[in-house]
């Protein structure tokens, strides 16, 4: 069942209000007191409602088993990241799982996982379908309305509570930066905004874990040292071009013939290869010590999780299907096969144990001003690459729907990139309706079948 943007909107909103409340029961019952659990001072749990879009968007299609595994692995890389950024920003530890069995840095852990594949799962199959009957009955321009109204609020309501929670970290370093900080607005106000906030999450969370600043050694004068934006952005750029130029090869091996598969109208550069790479190093950079048996199964579920999301993702923007495994045993919908979500673990483990501490190298090798110089070129050249990129795809798919070109951009695309130069630059590019993806259920012998 596909859903629109508002009924999206509206599915983030509920599941926000459900986690909270189910966050502010839980911790009641602990503690014996209300509390508001939320990041945010209105009753919502972002966390659950970005979960719950994000499991609408791309695992819809998916039912049984597979939804499951799709909740709890996405859900659960969901609180990892949250808990970490949480870390990050303001050195404190919101919850701590440490004392449980089958925990990872005390952020996530196997029996709250398995709660958010269960959640996922109903949430999906029975509360989607429920909540978007409901909606129906609200009139539609009052609905559209009360969402704008909702959502202005609640990122006013975000970025007013970051401000004030990264104040309060600087707070527990040195008091005189939060002054300063206040000195922008009125200062009684401010400080009464800061109280209030500082009690409340002071209430919600009193196990709180204070941590200093994690201080990594970084070589003053050397480019992209350690791993940030600009060590990032070149191994995504190199992972582009090498993934290129693996499946070039792959290509010609397996069919026995040159095609491109590059993902932008110019240059050889595989956007798919080229964010895995940047996003397995950034996830599993602090796991690169760990054992090839852990950065294995790591990588093989996170990649079968990113290359499903890819799949679903080209399909609803562009309308077409670019790579298609139906033909392939054990696939999921055609967009995931076993074979190669384990060729994303073995991958994962070649490039932290192998290819990852060379590339870094090399990287910090550039010279440092001229480094962050060209940088900058690259990321203006890769987002105009990737913009035109999408316009041509855009473009493509209108025409083979029908739509004339009667504005500037049409008629610039159809000029530049007609279908037989997009057919040589995406030769496996199929229309979405051509393809037929169909919905994915899971039998209960375990195996994979189609609906």
């Known amino acids: 069942m596909g859903y629109t943007g508002y009924e999206i909107l509206w599915?983030?909103?509920v599941y926000s209000f459900l986690g909270w409340v189910l966050e502010t029961v839980a911790a009641a019952l602990q503690q014996k007191q209300f509390v508001n659990r939320g990041l945010v001072n209105a009753p919502l749990c972002v966390i659950y409602g970005i979960s719950a879009a994000v499991m609408t968007i791309f695992y819809g299609e998916l039912h049984g088993i597979w939804l499951f595994a799709a909740g709890f692995i996405a859900s659960t890389?969901?609180?990892?990241?949250?808990?970490?950024?949480?870390?990050r920003l303001y050195h404190e530890r919101w919850w701590d799982y440490s004392n449980i069995k089958g925990n990872l840095d005390g952020y996530i852990c196997l029996p709250v996982s398995v709660f958010w594949g269960v959640l996922s799962f109903a949430a999906m199959e029975w509360g989607n379908p429920l909540l978007t009957d409901l909606f129906e009955l609200i009139p539609t321009l009052p609905g559209e309305i009360l969402l704008w109204i909702l959502?202005?609020?609640?990122?006013?309501?975000?970025?007013?509570?970051?401000?004030?929670?990264?104040?309060?970290?600087?707070?527990?370093e040195q008091w005189e930066e939060v002054d300063s900080w206040l000195s922008g607005i009125s200062s009684?106000?401010?400080?009464?905004?800061?109280?209030?906030?500082?009690?409340r999450i002071r209430r919600a969370y009193p196990n709180v874990i204070h941590r200093k600043k994690a201080a990594e050694a970084v070589k003053e004068g050397v480019f992209a040292a350690g791993c940030g934006f600009y060590k990032?952005?070149?191994?995504?750029?190199?992972?582009?071009?090498?993934g290129d130029i693996v499946e070039t090869l792959f290509c010609r091996m397996k069919a026995g013939v040159w095609m491109s598969r590059s993902s932008l109208v110019w240059g050889p550069f595989?956007?798919?290869w080229g964010f895995a790479i940047a996003a397995a190093s950034l996830l599993l950079y602090r796991y690169r010590d760990r054992s090839d048996r852990f950065i294995f199964l790591a990588g093989t579920f996170l990649g079968g999780a990113y290359e499903y999301i890819c799949s679903v993702l080209s399909e609803l923007v562009f309308g077409k299907v670019f790579w298609d495994y139906s033909h392939m045993m054990f696939n999921l919908g055609g967009r995931i096969n076993l074979l190669y979500c384990l060729f994303w673990g073995i991958a994962a483990v070649v490039w932290m144990k192998g290819l990852y501490p060379v590339f870094s190298r090399w990287i910090e090798k550039i010279p440092l001003r001229p480094g962050k110089m060209l940088t900058w070129i690259l990321v203006v050249?890769?987002?105009?690459?990737?913009?035109?990129?999408?316009?041509?795809?855009?473009?493509?798919?209108?025409?083979?729907?029908?739509?004339?070109?009667?504005?500037?951009?049409?008629?610039?695309?159809?000029e530049h990139f007609d279908d037989a130069k997009l057919q040589k630059i995406y030769p496996n590019a199929k229309d979405a309706e051509d393809v037929g993806v169909p919905e994915v259920t899971g039998g209960t012998d375990g195996s994979v079948g189609s609906e």
């Open 381 to 414: 050249f890769f987002a105009v690459n990737m913009a035109v990129s999408g316009l041509a795809l855009i473009r493509s798919d209108q025409r083979a729907d029908g739509v004339p070109a009667t504005q500037q951009w049409q008629k610039v695309m159809d």
């Open 77 to 87: 890389l969901i609180e990892w990241t949250a808990g970490h950024l949480i870390e």
């Open 11 to 13: 599915l983030f909103f």
């Open 151 to 172: 959502t202005v609020i609640l990122l006013v309501d975000i970025v007013a509570t970051l401000c004030i929670l990264t104040g309060r970290s600087r707070r527990m």
């Open 188 to 199: 009684r106000l401010g400080r009464k905004i800061y109280g209030w906030t500082d009690r």
């Open 270 to 272: 595989s956007l798919v």
């Open 232 to 242: 990032l952005f070149w191994l995504f750029a190199i992972g582009s071009f090498l």
